[in-house]
Every structure is written in C-alpha cells, then in structure tokens.
C-alpha cells in the first residue's frame, strides 16, 4: 500500500510592528504584509533600524550591539517594542519589550513576563542577510561560531544551556590560570570536565549542523552562481584531534604560562574555501557575498526543517549591493519563489524592489524611511 504524508507549511508572520524611541526612530506603528514589505530610502534614515527591531524581537537582543542602551534614541529615557504576530495554524500572541535607561530590560509575551529571556529564543524563528554578513568571511573564528550557535540555539535550548556552562567553566578556568597564586588542582579538573562534557555536547551539534546544512547550501549557492564557483564549508574542532577532557589538561601548564585556555569547542572554526583556496584570500566581494546569502538562506530553509516547518521570517537588508546583474536576478527569483514566507527588504531604489514585486505578483507593502520617519507608500 502506498502512504501519502502531507507536509504542512505553516508561517510565522509579523502583522503590526510599533516602536518608540528604538535609534532614530521616535515613533512609528505600521501594519504590515504577510508577503513582502519593502523599505525604500537613502542610507542612515533608518531602514536597518526597523529590521533590527524586528530581530530584536525575536532574540532579546540587537542584531549590533549587546549594549541595549545603545539602541536607545538619543536623549530619550526609555524605549518600546511591540509586535503582533500570528500563523496560518490560527495561533496569535503579543510580545513587548521595554526598558528604561539604566534599568534591565522586560520582555512580556501575552502581558506575562519571562522569567528568563531564554525561554523566548527559538519562539519566532528569524533569519536576517545584512552587509556586515561579510565578516562570516573576512572576521575571525568568532563570527562563524556566534552564527553557528545563534542558529542552533532557535531550534535547540539545551544547547543554549550547554553553551552558558561550558562558558562559566572556561571564564573560571581562566581567571584561575591569570592569578598569581598556583590554582587549586581539584578545583581546576571540576572546571575541565565541566568544559569537556558540555563541550562535547556543543561539538555533536555543531558538527550536525554542519552537515544538515551543506546541501541547502550547496543547492541555493548553485542557484545564485550558476555553478560557476566551487566552494566548501569545513568543520574545524579540537574535538577531532582527541579526547577533550585529555586536550584541556595536557594543555594546562602551558595555559597557565599563556594566561588562557588553548584548547577547547571556543577554538572551534568553519574553513570557508574557493576552489581549494581560503577564501578569505580569494575571490571578488561579489564572490564572498554571494557565499554569504547563500548560507543565511540555507540556514533558513534549516530553521524552517527543525522548527516543525515553520517558516522563519526573513529580513533582507541590502543584500543587492556588490553583486553583477544576473546574481541579483538569480536571488531576486529565489526569494520571490515558494520556499520563502514574509519578507522584509531594504534599498536605496525601486529598481531592484520592481523586479522582485513583478515576479511575486502577490500582496505587498511598501514603506518611504526617512529620517526615522516611516510613512506607507499607495
């Protein structure tokens, strides 16, 4: 007998946003499309800044800085996020975040508040392709692990756990080895193995998510390029050389001599090569953007996967710049398909904004920013 199974697409959607004092916008509340809303203004007039509201949201935090004070508008004593949300299941709640200068934040979803911020991650799964993208090329180790556990911990919130633990234990570790005093030796393997057990864990993730990703990947990077690159994504862990809890206290009189721990899953690093090449050091700026979107879409279609196929929502923020034609062609028609939910976009001009509302030919907002002010467009 053959089985049919219907896979149900449910999206996450974002149906009123209001803000109040976030950047340099004093205030705006705007309904928006569940389709696509397009943001049309010149640089610095706060298109980014309604994107990050939307992040901010959906991570407790900004897309730029992990200072909220920062986000605050200048002068102004407080700040205020409210969004509307609602799926295709019928499911609807409210979350609103506030906080005044100097006081820590609130988060409320419904009217209740957390009790930690964590338990809202993962909640409302958002995927956001901006210009500093790039670093997950040109930056440091950092960058490509922050993404990597920012993904998986929308999906995953022992891994979430696993990351604070292990973080304690590697911060305590290493204050130890800085002191001038000789540390305590059982209090040092407490630390180590606390290390190796949660590193381990983070490892088995990590590595899971590097192979669950690469054929989205490979597959969308094939679409934007037309297969005129080759690249690659490695997993790079001290968890494969050996044993963990071995590495970490092999290491450990050479760690005290350097101040810090050598060995470890906060070591850990994706190798991103062109043709057999780093490609840090190869190929154009068109080049390194493309393989960036091309891995922020994959990891929305991932999210989409291991969120019980609930669509993610997308923000685009001016993704166009630095790429030849037919690569904006080829990402215009990927995310105007059917693989993508709500989406919101920014640019400087309507030509590449027209090309992409040709081929949706669905329902649509579009927004004029400018000075902070946000102001719909008929």
Same mark, same amino acid.
């Given at each position: 007998?053959?089985?049919?199974?219907?896979?149900?697409?449910?999206?996450?959607?974002?149906?009123?946003?209001?803000?109040?004092?976030?950047?340099?916008?004093?205030?705006?509340?705007?309904?928006?499309?569940?389709?696509?809303?397009?943001?049309?203004?010149?640089?610095?007039?706060?298109?980014?800044?309604?994107?990050?509201?939307?992040?901010? %949201?959906?991570?407790?935090?900004? $897309?730029? @800085?992990?200072?909220? =004070?920062?986000?605050?508008?200048?002068? +102004? *004593?407080?700040?205020?996020?409210?969004?509307?949300?609602?799926?295709?299941?019928?499911?609807?709640?409210?979350?609103?975040?506030?906080?005044?200068?100097?006081?820590?934040?609130?988060?409320?979803?419904?009217?209740?508040?957390?009790?930690?911020?964590?338990?809202?991650?993962?909640?409302?799964?958002?995927?956001?392709?901006?210009?500093?993208?790039?670093?997950?090329?040109?930056?440091?180790?950092?960058?490509?692990?922050?993404?990597?556990?920012?993904?998986?911990?929308?999906?995953?919130?022992?891994?979430?756990?696993? %990351?604070?633990?292990?973080?304690? $234990?590697? @911060?305590?570790?290493? =204050?130890?080895?800085?002191?001038?005093? +000789? *540390?305590?030796?059982?209090?040092?393997?407490?630390?180590?193995?606390?290390?190796?057990?949660?590193?381990?864990?983070?490892?088995?993730?990590?590595?899971?998510?590097?192979?669950?990703?690469?054929?989205?990947?490979?597959?969308?990077?094939?679409?934007?390029?037309?297969?005129?690159?080759?690249?690659?994504?490695?997993?790079?862990?001290?968890?494969?050389?050996?044993?963990?809890?071995?590495?970490?206290?092999?290491?450990?009189?050479?760690?005290?001599?350097?101040?810090?721990s050598r060995y470890g899953i906060h070591r850990d690093d994706l190798q991103v090569e062109l043709n057999g090449w780093a490609m840090r050091t190869e190929g154009s700026q068109g080049q390194h953007k493309s393989m960036t979107i091309a891995l922020k879409l994959a990891i929305y279609l991932l999210l989409q996967q291991k969120n019980n196929n609930i669509r993610p929502i997308l923000l685009l923020d001016d993704i166009f710049d630095k790429l030849d034609a037919q690569r904006v062609e080829n990402i215009v028609s990927l995310v105007a398909g059917e693989d993508f939910g709500q989406i919101f976009?920014?640019?400087?001009?309507?030509?590449?904004?027209?090309?992409?509302?040709?081929?949706?030919?669905?329902?649509?907002?579009?927004?004029?920013?400018?000075?902070?002010?946000?102001?719909?467009?008929?």
């Amino acid at each position: 007998m053959i089985r049919f199974f219907l896979i149900i697409i449910i999206a996450m959607l974002l149906t009123h946003l209001s803000l109040l004092n976030y950047r340099n916008i004093a205030d705006a509340s705007l309904s928006l499309s569940p389709n696509l809303n397009c943001l049309i203004g010149f640089n610095g007039e706060g298109k980014t800044n309604l994107l990050d509201a939307i992040y901010y %949201l959906s991570f407790c935090r900004s $897309a730029f @800085t992990t200072i909220d =004070a920062n986000v605050l508008r200048h002068d +102004e *004593p407080f700040f205020s996020l409210e969004g509307h949300y609602t799926d295709n299941s019928c499911g609807e709640m409210v979350i609103h975040c506030g906080m005044k200068r100097g006081v820590r934040k609130v988060f409320r979803r419904d009217k209740k508040a957390y009790r930690k911020l964590s338990e809202h991650i993962g909640l409302i799964p958002v995927v956001m392709i901006a210009p500093s993208d790039i670093a997950i090329i040109e930056g440091g180790s950092e960058v490509r692990r922050h993404m990597m556990d920012t993904t998986i911990a929308q999906y995953n919130h022992a891994y979430l756990h696993s %990351l604070t633990r292990y973080q304690q $234990a590697l @911060t305590q570790r290493n =204050a130890l080895l800085k002191a001038e005093e +000789e *540390p305590d030796d059982m209090l040092m393997d407490v630390l180590e193995e606390q290390m190796a057990d949660e590193g381990m864990r983070i490892y088995e993730r990590r590595k899971q998510f590097v192979e669950e990703i690469l054929p989205y990947f490979n597959r969308l990077h094939n679409i934007i390029t037309h297969k005129t690159d080759n690249v690659s994504i490695v997993y790079a862990s001290h968890c494969q050389r050996d044993e963990l809890l071995k590495l970490i206290r092999s290491g450990r009189e050479k760690d005290r001599i350097v101040g810090y721990s050598r060995y470890g899953i906060h070591r850990d690093d994706l190798q991103v090569e062109l043709n057999g090449w780093a490609m840090r050091t190869e190929g154009s700026q068109g080049q390194h953007k493309s393989m960036t979107i091309a891995l922020k879409l994959a990891i929305y279609l991932l999210l989409q996967q291991k969120n019980n196929n609930i669509r993610p929502i997308l923000l685009l923020d001016d993704i166009f710049d630095k790429l030849d034609a037919q690569r904006v062609e080829n990402i215009v028609s990927l995310v105007a398909g059917e693989d993508f939910g709500q989406i919101f976009i920014t640019d400087t001009n309507r030509t590449h904004i027209d090309k992409i509302l040709e081929k949706v030919g669905s329902d649509y907002q579009l927004f004029n920013v400018e000075h902070g002010t946000i102001t719909p467009i008929s």
